[in-house]
T-cell receptor, first 113, second 111 residues
Framework: GQQLNQSPQSMFIQEGEDVSMNCTSSSIFNTWLWYKQEPGEGPVLLIALYKAGELTSNGRLTAQFGITRKDSFLNISASIPSDVGIYFC?????????????FGKGTLLTVNP | DVKVTQSSRYLVKRTGEKVFLECVQDMDHENMFWYRQDPGLGLRLIYFSYDVKMKEKGDIPEGYSVSREKKERFSLILESASTNQTSMYLC??????????FGPGTRLLVL
């Protein structure tokens, strides 16, 4: 199946720093989703984006749906140790019987206190 | 809040055993999904179901089957477990064309 190109693969930062990660695709998506997965747990939805150009915030997290509909960005401001985890982007095309998400391979975030 | 639960968090089975992984969601979602997650490979879709008794193959259905007899419950079956099926298994659910919500995962070890 198709994969999204997610970068960076991993990040090691100091507490308090801002973080940026992004996903790109050769295909257009109608919906972009960002999930966080902590060790031994399932992914938890952070932000959902439904419209090209949309900028949405959830606390210290901000995500944008790219104008071309082929990319999305997630920013975390003032990182804290509990931000540690793997962040996944996912694209969804709603329409017909296609309910399947296309996932990026994840960005592993480590925050040094 | 959407709740997706999986029957076991950790499971150890022997090669050749039949394995059942169960998933239940409480939000009356139409769609349910089974993924496996492996290091370096990300999440890969095994099967999904868009209605009771309906199923469709995902990207890696070989060696697996599924059952959906009730709307809230979606089972993944390993007919004869093999060591290469050692993995983290994740269940998810969604309403039509909407965001998927994941369960906590089952970490399966096949010896």
């Amino acid at each position: 199946g198709q994969q999204l190109n997610q970068s960076p693969q991993s990040m090691f930062i100091q507490e308090g720093e801002d973080v940026s990660m992004n996903c790109t695709s050769s295909s257009i998506f109608n919906t972009w989703l960002w999930y966080k997965q902590e060790p031994g747990e399932g992914p938890v939805l952070l932000i959902a984006l439904y419209k090209a150009g949309e900028l949405t915030s959830n606390g210290r997290l901000t995500a944008q749906f790219g104008i071309t509909r082929k990319d999305s960005f997630l920013n975390i401001s003032a990182s804290i140790p509990s931000d540690v985890g793997i962040y996944f982007c996912a694209g969804l095309n709603s329409g017909g019987s296609n309910y399947k998400l296309t996932f990026g391979k994840g960005t592993l975030l480590t925050v040094n206190p | 809040d959407v709740k997706v639960t999986q029957s076991s968090r950790y499971l150890v089975k022997r090669t050749g055993e039949k394995v059942f992984l169960e998933c239940v969601q409480d939000m009356d979602h139409e769609n349910m999904f089974w993924y496996r997650q492996d290091p370096g490979l990300g999440l890969r879709l095994i099967y999904f179901s868009y209605d009771v008794k309906m199923k469709e193959k995902g990207d890696i259905p070989e060696g697996y089957s599924v059952s959906r007899e009730k709307k809230e419950r979606f089972s993944l079956i390993l007919e004869s477990a093999s060591t290469n099926q050692t993995s983290m298994y994740l269940c998810a659910s969604s309403t039509y064309q909407e965001t998927q919500y994941f369960g906590p995962g089952t970490r399966l070890l096949v010896l």
